[in-house]
């Protein structure tokens, strides 16, 4: 009797801790889950986009829109620099670069060729009646039989002997001698649409002139 009544008793003990063990487990779930009501509902970031669709790009300063030119050519370094000095101030952004381009370099003054070197001679002599002096007769070559005046480092001193030789009487000619030739140029950037008085900021200069330019 009093084994049954043992066996009875430890079976109402199991029953009663399994019953207290799914009872806790339900209220630690509820807990989990519970939320503030004005708590906003948590996203996996796979169901959220990269960026607003009415978001704007991102522009940096070498995005806005600009205009370009190129200043020159500018005979020497010195030159190109002190036009930097002068501009840079008033645009976006310069560059100075240097260039090879042919440059006449000098002036020839001549007599054309004769058809014949007993003609180039004669045209010699009347050439040193007329006391004009610093000539000679081309003997050989592509201008045989021509008669050089001189050649001279500067377009004016060279026109100042043609209209001399002309004014004598003789069909004095000029050509120009060109060869490759470092040059430098100033690259400078504005806002797009506006204005710069280039010759303003550099002073008045005869060689130099204003080209567009691929923006940098």
């Known amino acids: 009797m009093f084994l049954r009544a043992l066996v009875i008793l430890l079976f109402a003990a199991n029953l009663a801790v399994g019953a207290w063990l799914w009872a806790s ?33 991102r522009r940096s300063a070498s995005n806005l829109a600009r205009s370009c030119f190129s200043l020159g050519p500018f005979r020497s370094q010195a030159e190109v620099r002190n036009a930097n000095r002068g501009l840079r101030d008033l645009v976006l952004d310069t560059r100075r670069r240097a260039d090879q381009e042919e440059r006449e370099t ?32 081309v003997t050989s070559g592509t201008e045989q039989n021509s008669i050089s005046l001189g050649v001279y480092r500067t377009e004016a001193n060279a026109t100042r002997r043609l209209s001399a030789l002309r004014q004598a009487g003789f069909n004095a000619q000029m ?4 060869a490759p030739t470092q040059v430098f140029w100033l ?10 008085d280039w010759r303003a900021a550099l002073g008045p200069s005869t060689d130099i002139r204003q080209l567009g330019a691929r923006c940098f």
Request: hydrophobic residues 40%; charged residues 25%.
């Open 25 to 57: 487990s339900v209220r630690e779930a509820q807990a989990l889950v519970r939320v503030d009501p004005g708590s906003a509902e948590l996203k996996l970031l796979s169901e959220t986009s990269s960026a607003p669709a009415d978001a704007e790009p």
């Open 106 to 137: 000098s002036w020839r003054v001549f007599l054309p060729p004769t058809p014949s070197r007993d003609e180039a001679l004669s045209q010699a002599r009347e050439l040193a009646a007329s006391n004009v002096s610093d000539y000679y007769v």
């Open 175 to 178: 050509d120009a001698q060109t």
């Open 187 to 196: 690259d400078y950037a504005i806002a797009a649409g506006g204005t710069l």
